[in-house]
């Protein structure tokens, strides 16, 4: 069996066709053309907005004229990963995919069925002459895996419909109605390096912490290592700090940090009888998620500079006071983090420069907004200068959405239970639409898929043929 024969053959035979087009985040000319010329050969109106998104357009099916528009939404770029030992260009060769009992697989490569077979799923139901619905659009992004560039530059009024399915999720019964918006909280501190006095040097440093994603893991309670290092030296008298630097990415929780301090040598037997007491206390208190956790000290040279006394009091005064952590649960939705904030890093790039690079996140803006002003007074009231990003916006859930009934409903009667409705402490394309589109009543479902952004991606045969048939009969009923 060839997989553009697979059932739905309208929805394989396309998906099978983008497997053949290499279309890397940042890199979609390619696809955006294949689009455009899919468009042209099955007549369907087709327009690109300013900065490349991809908009198609059917009427009606007859009978359904006065239905709603309804938007079908997906990303045309995929995530590029390869096993080492395989030989791949991403930016040039079509995909090795195959068929392994009821899955579609690529070999050493991920398949792009995030988010491509939800690109053909919406313009399979386009070019489906038993589908019966009222106005179709289908939206198709560009640089949703590396930036949502597209959803974020989306020209305003270039979709026409009030009603959203974006097709980017990838549990078959699960609905998703809400994610979280997202701010950046930027503080410099800026110092003069002064001469480092005479005094014992030690390196102390955190590491083995879980770590994890600052939207998805915030919940898990994982230990962060800037928090954890500075709460000691806070706990010690008369240090001086000559350098300190913990965590990377801004969407991580900060797995590492390490200071170079100075102490007087006659304490330095008291601060290592201090440390491991203090070893034993976060054991105590995280021990059982954190496993690897260590901390260690060695002795260093007297480095040439300290950063002033003056700021690195409140520098570190300033890191014990930032908040990290899930600041609030949500109370429509069970489990889901409502509001968080990650203290995501401390650099020193360049001298007399600390940076902390902070990120905020909610599904309701006001707590966001809050949370990340909450974050900037800590570093303003210690003497920072702060900036923030102009963030994104959270999709508030709405358990009353009526597109969500209607999907809800249509899964009931087909499959004889409950689907699972769903929101996400981190971002999706859907909570960026609400900033030129605020009315948009939106959800986020798709078929089945495993080992999304991995060469082990692959997506259900069977899943994608009921997935289909659902979309069809709910979009029918719209
Ligand atoms: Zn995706």
């Given at each position: 069996m060839e997989i553009k024969n697979l059932t739905p053959q309208n929805v394989w035979s396309i998906f099978d066709a983008m497997t053949q087009v290499p279309r890397p985040s940042k890199k979609e000319e390619k696809i955006r053309q294949w689009l455009v010329g899919w468009a042209k050969e099955h007549n369907i109106e087709c327009h690109l907005d300013s900065t490349g998104n991809v908009l198609m357009r059917v009427p009606a099916t007859p009978g359904y004229e006065d239905h709603p528009t309804v938007v079908m939404q997906g990303h045309m770029d995929m995530v590029c990963e390869k096993n080492s030992d395989v030989k791949h260009d991403f930016e040039n060769d079509p995909l090795d995919t195959y068929i392994d009992g009821d899955w579609v697989t690529a070999r050493g490569t991920t398949?792009?069925?995030?988010?491509g077979m939800g690109v053909a799923l919406a313009l399979g139901v386009m070019i489906d002459p038993e589908a019966k619905h009222g106005p179709l659009e289908a939206l198709i992004t560009y640089d949703e895996e590396t930036g949502m560039t597209g959803a974020n530059n989306l020209d305003e009024g270039f979709m026409t419909g009030k009603i959203l399915v974006n097709i980017d999720s990838e549990t078959e019964g699960q609905i998703f109605i809400g994610c979280a918006g997202g701010k950046d909280t930027c503080a410099i501190f800026r110092y003069a390096p002064v001469p480092a006095p005479d005094r014992c040097y030690l390196k102390v440093k955190v590491s083995g912490l879980m770590g994890g994603h600052s939207g998805g893991d915030i919940h898990l309670g994982h230990a962060n290592a800037n928090k954890v290092l500075v709460r000691f030296l806070r706990s010690q008298p008369d240090l001086v700090l000559a350098s300190i630097t913990g965590g990377n990415l801004r969407n991580a929780i900060a797995r590492e940090a390490e200071a170079v301090v100075g102490l007087p040598e006659a304490r330095k037997h008291q601060f290592l009888a201090d440390l491991n007491q203090y070893v034993a206390v976060i054991e105590g208190e995280v021990g059982d998620i954190e496993k690897g956790f260590k901390m260690t000290t060695e002795s260093v040279d007297k480095p040439a500079h300290i950063i002033e006394p003056g700021v690195s009091d409140k520098l570190l005064a300033a890191l014990q006071a930032c908040p990290h952590g899930v600041q609030g649960m949500s109370r429509a939705m069970a489990d889901l983090v409502e509001t968080s904030t990650n203290l995501a890093s401390v650099k020193m790039p360049e001298p007399g420069i600390i940076r902390i690079e902070t990120s905020q996140r909610s599904s309701v803006e006001s707590e966001k907004e809050d949370i990340a002003n909450t974050v900037r007074t800590v570093f303003e009231m210690a003497g920072a200068e702060v900036t923030q990003g102009h963030g994104y916006p959270g999709w508030k859930p709405n358990v009353e959405s009526p597109v969500l009934k209607v999907f809800a409903q249509t899964y009931r009667e087909m499959y004889n239970k409950e689907p699972e409705v769903l929101a996400i402490h981190a971002g999706l394309e859907t909570g960026l639409f609400l900033t030129k589109y605020p009315d948009m009543d939106m959800i986020s479902v798709g078929p089945t898929m495993v080992g999304?952004?991995?060469?082990e991606e692959k997506v259900s045969i069977s899943s994608v043929e009921s997935f289909y048939k659902y979309l069809r009969e709910a979009l029918s009923r719209i």
């Open positions: 398949l792009g069925a995030d988010d999304i952004h991995s060469p």
